[in-house]
């Protein structure tokens, strides 16, 4: 690997959990307040606050992490950035169950292991496939 394709992977990775970051903070205010101020079932909260952060995380990765490669069509980008997504929240819920149902962990850590978890998931995939570097002939 090149210095300068490492270098840039360096930096997406870390702009990536800071992009990562703005999203526990979303999801884990909006679980909050759907499941202990509206009274949301924690599954159902959980799908809705997972899903607020990805609509957030998407925006903030196309237009700061990865902004220096060749940009997809957003409903292309934004298609894989929801699939990828949907397989990071089935992680996250079947994890979450898991961990609060089986185990009897409270959900707030129980959260954040899973944020980790499906980090891993997420950056993969998505400098792979979604922001993947493309040359002209591939765009």
């Known amino acids: 690997m090149s210095r300068l394709l490492a270098a840039l992977l360096e930096r997406e990775i870390v702009r990536y959990c800071l992009v990562g970051a703005s999203g526990v903070l979303v999801d884990l205010a909006l679980l909050a307040l759907l499941h202990e101020v509206a009274g949301v079932p924690l599954l159902f909260a959980n799908a809705l606050s997972f899903t ?10 196309s237009w700061w992490t990865f902004r220096t490669r060749e940009q997809r069509s957003h409903m292309v980008g934004g298609a894989l950035f929801l699939f990828a997504a ?20 409270h959900y707030v850590p129980a959260k954040l292991i899973l944020v980790a978890v499906v980090f891993i998931w997420n950056f993969a995939f998505n400098s792979a496939i979604t922001f993947r570097h493309q040359s002209p002939a591939q765009s």
């Open 86 to 105: 949907v397989v990071g929240l089935a992680i996250n819920t079947a994890g979450l169950w898991g961990f609060t149902d089986r185990l009897g962990m």
């Open 52 to 61: 607020g952060a990805v609509a957030s995380n998407y925006r903030l990765n």
